[in-house]
Structures are given as structure tokens and as C-alpha cells.
């Protein structure tokens, strides 16, 4: 029986987990060799977080842009690390994630899509 109780237990933690990540208030990017997952938040906000997961062998660095003009930040993240970021947003705007290095295609970071990838999955 308590072998159950902490079976039990144990799943329900980590369900809450992944429900946690899955409703952030800002935008978390997985960088992978071959695509690039989002996860965004369900409401726009004036200042989001966005969070660059590198989950690739080589630095990833890139560059936050809003409009397709006006750089927010640039971001170096080394393997498997992470970078956090902030950035002011009016209701409108487009934001983007600009990998430089290595080169791949602009990310845009759209609220309320939930989860997605960069290329879509086959």
C-alpha cells in the first residue's frame, strides 16, 4: 500500500512539473541541433521573459529582435546552458529570435500558440 501512496505521489509531481513549464509567463526556447521548440505564454504581457535553452554542442549565439529591426539584446549561451532575457513588448509588436551562429532560420515568438517547433515536426 505504501508502495502505491508513493507511486501516486511520485507521478503527481511530476504532472504539476510539466504543467509548471508548460504555463510560463514569458517564452522559453529550446535550441536543438536540428530545430528549435517554444513554449509561450498563454497572455501577452508588456515585459516578457524569454529564456534561450541551448541544447546543442557549440555555443548558440543570436540576437532578440522586435519588428524585424530594433536589436533587444544578443545572446551567447554555451552548451547546455541557458540565457535569460528581458524585453518590452506593445500590442503589436513582432518578436523574433535571430540565430547567428550556428546560422538557422529567424524564430518568432508568438503568444498564446502554446508549444511549437522551428521546423515543424515531419
Known sequence: MNKLFLALLLIFQVTTSVQAIESLDG????????????I????????????????????????????????????????????????????????HFVPLSPAFQEVELIVGNKTYEIPPKK
Open 27 to 38: 517564452f522559453l526556447v529550446s535550441a536543438y541541433d536540428d530545430r528549435f521548440r517554444v
Open 40 to 95: 509561450s505564454p498563454e497572455k501577452f504581457k508588456g515585459t516578457m521573459e524569454v529564456i534561450i535553452e541551448n541544447k546543442t554542442l557549440v555555443r548558440l549565439v543570436g540576437k532578440l529582435t522586435i519588428n524585424s529591426q530594433t536589436n533587444a539584446s544578443f545572446i551567447s549561451v554555451d552548451s547546455e546552458k541557458y540565457q535569460k532575457a528581458n524585453v518590452k513588448l506593445k500590442k503589436g509588436d513582432i518578436l
